[in-house]
């Protein structure tokens, strides 16, 4: 088995943060994170599909197929026209 040593004050904070996500151990959290930096590098955006995100877009299909509001793309082009135009004069030079 392969080793990786942390400095103890990041040990902590991942050691930390690997409870709050649930993993058994720090091994299980780093080696996860490494795995999907690897996945990332690859063009593979899976990682980012968590059962979360994906619950949060079934409801939003749900309440689109119901009848909820929806955008056209001139709609949202211009949306962000006017939002371009407004950022651009609160930070002209």
Request: proline share 1%.
């Amino acid at each position: 088995m392969n080793q990786v040593h942390f400095a103890e004050k990041l040990y902590k904070k991942v050691k930390r943060r690997a409870s709050e996500e649930g993993f058994s151990s720090v091994d299980d959290f780093v080696a996860d994170i490494v795995r999907q930096k690897l996945e990332e590098g690859a063009g593979n955006l899976n990682h980012l599909f968590t059962p979360e995100r994906i619950a949060h877009l079934d409801r939003i299909s749900a309440k689109i197929k119901a009848g909820g509001k929806t955008y056209t793309m001139q709609e949202v082009e211009a949306h962000f026209d006017k939002k371009r135009k407004q950022w651009l004069e609160n930070h002209a030079s």
